[in-house]
């Protein structure tokens, strides 16, 4: 009898239809044996409906106040649920976040988990209930409705599963599972039947919108066996867990594309200590999370500072830049949206040289010019033209081979 | 400074243009120097929309689940008011009832107030914040949401008055007030100034729809001023108080028709003691309300045993008594939904002889028939067919000169 963490999405419940066919995915596996906590998202749609309410009254609402507001979304799918599975005989009882309580810090629309309370859910689960619970959202310290930020619920359901000491969090959503590329751009790609966390954070981080990354760590650091898996087809999906010894990693696991990039560069900065900091400083007290940074002395002793941030975070960066330029005694800062960020994730990379090489290669046989270059242990990342990110993606999955990759092993 | 307490209801804040129109009526209160808390009920159609929901999943949802999902429309409201204050840079804050906290008893969709913490309120009074509460919902000792019932959201803001020691209880409507009659039957109905909690409650018993009986009860017995006005056109509304000896009492305030009345009859009973508690006893254990009892017994030594309930509950009553009529070896019941049921209401009553006998001929001068009688000490209710209740009322309101009354002392 294994304890198991649901979690369906805003499209698996998009409608009173796709919950009773959730119902039923959550009762087959009651069925089964399982005892199961299910965390599930608002209806699809409902998160918007409800911000642009708030915006016909309010342009710039109070951050608690839209967390009490878009809290409502995910409330309602828990009853619908519930009820939905009273309909099939499944005993079942709903729990918004502050109810069940997840305790967070107070930073409405952001806010991290703290702690969480186990025993209502223990107690449901063994009195035979299937526990139904509301991602995204929890409560502060002093009784404030908090959220935790767009695609949360994955977050919520791998904290409730690290929390119940669940033996798998199964995130069901409308992919298979985790594809060595996007399976719209390569026709080749393949389902991973495996991967480690460290590089599904990566491929997380470089732009692969499966999973929130945060739900990927939380999983990571908690040790949560976590699986994708489609809430229409069935299937296995992919499972996601630590490196095992004994399974043979594959060089490169995925490839992906993040077209969600905007780059800035501050032009002719005088070069001298302290630049990075003066650049990148400003704009990360800001809150704006900064990606690919390099910095190239030019011979004549000025600098050209460039780095990347997400596409929503450009305006407001170049803002912000405006009196450093003055007070570094630069030339100007210049904002560019046109380039997408190609990354090749794996874990074998750590062991194997020549990943960098035949990536260089592969695309310069293309004619596609990198731009800007990043690595870490297990990632490279380079930028291109937004046009080229396709078939940069396709070339790469050709040469490392990825339409032969099996690692299917379950 | 008085502390206001302010309830708007779903008709009022039925939109976002409407929600802001509630908050510029919140943010004079505060200009004239009050302290407020406001109950808002959900927006118009939203509660019915939740119920279709509902009854997509599942045609006999759970009431406690049912609680969770309709509680999320008035949470919906709260975030929306209290940002539209902060547009007018008015400082509220908004809090679900779980939040305040509103202890109820654990009968989900109908519970009743157990205990309110009002330290949340006074904390953000004290700190020049609107607190702004979602109506018609309270947690109970388990935690679990809980709903009043509809109309609820009126009681919650009486008892949050009680339990702040309100100076005020103002009840915003879509009517400016309460009527000598409605004012669609009988156009030369007067707007009270006042009327006494006694009245209030046998108006709203006997039909009009003004304030949920429950909120005029618990506000008699807190004895919490209520006032009802429109939150659409102004105006002083109508007052409802403890009865004031300086105060001269009309002999009726108001002349109710409620067509929602249903009449069972119980035909040929043997007489024997007992019947009454056979026959209301199956209908009330069903917690189903009775209104009049009329018993007469022939010169056959059969009894005829009639009584109202509202027109909801004749089928399941009428299935009730299916077994009781055997039991009673009476003849047969029957129902009958072609009735209304007229009431004239006034504390002057009390003192002034002779009400009975102007009803009675003023109806026999119009030859409308009388079916059954039932008073009170401050109330007598007649039925009659159908058809003639308006015709009932007007000239009722005629022959107790309602046209003339000026109560307005305000």
């Known amino acids: 009898m294994s304890l198991i963490v649901e979690k369906y999405g805003g499209t698996s419940v998009g409608s009173p239809e796709r919950i009773q066919v959730v119902a039923k995915n959550v ?21 918007n409906r409800l911000l642009s309410l708030a915006n016909e009254v309010n342009s710039k609402p109070s951050n608690r106040e839209l967390d009490v507001l878009v809290s409502t ?3 309602v799918t828990i009853a619908l649920l519930a009820m939905a599975l009273h309909s099939l005989g499944v005993g079942a009882r709903s729990y918004t976040g502050p109810q069940v309580k997840i ?22 689960l063994n009195n035979d209930q299937v526990v139904v619970v509301a991602g995204f959202q929890g409560v502060d310290e002093g009784g404030s409705i908090t959220t935790l930020g767009r695609g949360g619920s994955d977050t919520t359901a791998v904290a409730l599963a690290a929390a119940l000491k669940a033996d798998e969090c199964r995130i069901y959503t409308d992919v298979d599972g985790v594809y060595t590329a996007d399976p719209r751009v390569v026709s080749e790609a393949r389902r991973l039947g495996r991967i480690t966390f460290e590089e599904m954070l990566e491929l997380s981080g470089a732009g692969a919108k499966i999973l929130q990354l ?89 600098t050209d500072f460039t780095f990347t941030v997400s596409g929503a975070d450009l305006e407001k960066s170049v803002e912000l830049l405006t009196p450093v330029v003055d007070k570094l005694d630069a030339q100007t800062v210049i904002g560019d949206t046109n380039l997408a960020k190609i990354s090749v994730v794996g874990i074998g990379m750590r062991s194997h040289a020549g990943v960098a090489t035949t990536m260089f290669q592969a695309l310069a046989d293309k004619s596609i010019n990198i731009q800007m270059i990043s690595t870490s242990e297990i990632k490279i990342s380079v930028t291109v033209d937004k046009e080229y990110a396709e078939l940069a993606v396709r070339t790469l999955h050709k040469a490392f081979g990825l339409e032969h990759l099996t690692n299917d092993l379950l």
């Open 103 to 124: 305790l967070t810090d107070n930073i409405h629309g952001k806010a991290r988990i703290v702690h969480i309370d186990s025993d209502k859910m223990m107690n449901d």
């Open 214 to 302: 945060r739900s990927v760590e939380f999983a990571g650091k908690y040790n949560v066996p976590l699986r994708v898996l489609s809430s229409f087809e069935g299937g296995p999906g992919t499972l996601i867990t630590y490196e095992e010894s004994s399974m043979e990693q594959p060089l490169i696991s995925g490839i992906t594309a993040n077209m969600d990039e905007a780059k800035i560069t501050v032009r002719g900065v005088p070069d001298k200590p302290g630049i990075a900091y003066s650049i990148i400083g400003a704009v990360s007290d800001a809150h704006i999370n900064v990606d690919m940074i390099v910095q190239n002395v030019g011979s004549d002793g000025l």
């Open 27 to 47: 009762a087959e596996s009651v069925a089964k044996g399982d005892r199961v906590v299910v965390v599930v998202s608002a209806m699809s749609g409902e998160t």
């Open 73 to 75: 979304g995910e409330q």
